[in-house]
């Protein structure tokens, strides 16, 4: 009789050992679940700043480009004028030399 009671005391003990051990297993999966989450909102965050940068960057970008683009048009509009007058004043000379 005794026997059986030292039995079923040491799978009683066993089943609280895998029970135990069960219970430390999911709560160190939590644990890594947890961490996991964490370091991917940290690098969604990193990456949302990144691209945040980049779009920051384009704008810059393309207003230095617009602003370029209108100076060589404001160029053209001078030359232009410039080119203008020139055969204006040529005209006169032509005029006057006649």
């Known amino acids: 009789m005794k026997r059986y009671e030292r039995d ?12 135990f051990l069960q219970r430390q297993y999911q709560l160190k999966l939590r644990q890594r679940a947890k961490e996991v989450q964490e370091q991917l909102a940290e690098d969604l965050k990193m990456l949302e700043k990144l691209m945040s940068m980049e779009l920051q960057e384009k704008t810059r970008a393309n207003e230095q480009r617009e ?5 060589m048009l404001r160029a053209r ?3 232009a004028e410039q080119a203008r007058l020139e055969k ?3 005209k006169h000379m032509d005029f006057l030399f006649q």
């Open 67 to 71: 602003a370029a683009h209108k100076e």
């Open 8 to 19: 079923d005391a040491a799978l009683t003990e066993c089943a609280c050992c895998r029970s």
């Open 77 to 79: 509009e001078a030359l």
């Open 88 to 90: 204006e004043r040529e």
